[in-house]
Nanobody, 122 residues
């Protein structure tokens, strides 16, 4: 089992920044690909970013390229999502997830956090 706890969400004005954190516990953190997903009201989970276990390989969704950056600190068992130039359409509950496959598909991730709300006002 892997337990994931997100933090760092909140209310921010358009153009502002937030950094989300996801602390992991349980099994060996470096074994897992980490992903960030988001879910807006009435919509399905949307891929945001992913990073390999060692941190050498990462990618973002087109909708956040140039604005969001995923990173991880394996010494702290934590993955981060730095979000800059936030837009109202970024408003969603953000989830971190852990899996064994470097995927953009939610079903490929085995463990999920409880989510943290990000609200961007215009």
């Amino acid at each position: 089992q892997v337990q994931l706890v997100e933090s760092g969400g909140g209310l921010v004005q358009a153009g502002g920044s937030l950094r989300l954190s996801c602390a992991a516990s349980g099994r060996t953190f470096t074994n897992y690909v980490m992903g960030w997903f988001r879910q807006a009201p009435g919509k399905e989970h949307e891929f945001v970013a992913r990073i390999s276990g060692g941190g050498a390989w990462l990618s973002n969704a087109d909708s956040v390229k140039g604005r969001f950056t995923i990173s991880r600190d394996n010494a702290k068992n934590t993955v981060y999502l730095q979000m800059n130039s936030l837009k109202p359409e970024d408003t969603a509950v953000y989830y971190c997830a852990a899996g064994l496959v470097l995927s953009t598909t939610p079903v490929q991730y085995d463990y999920w956090g409880q989510g943290t709300q990000v609200t961007v006002s215009s």
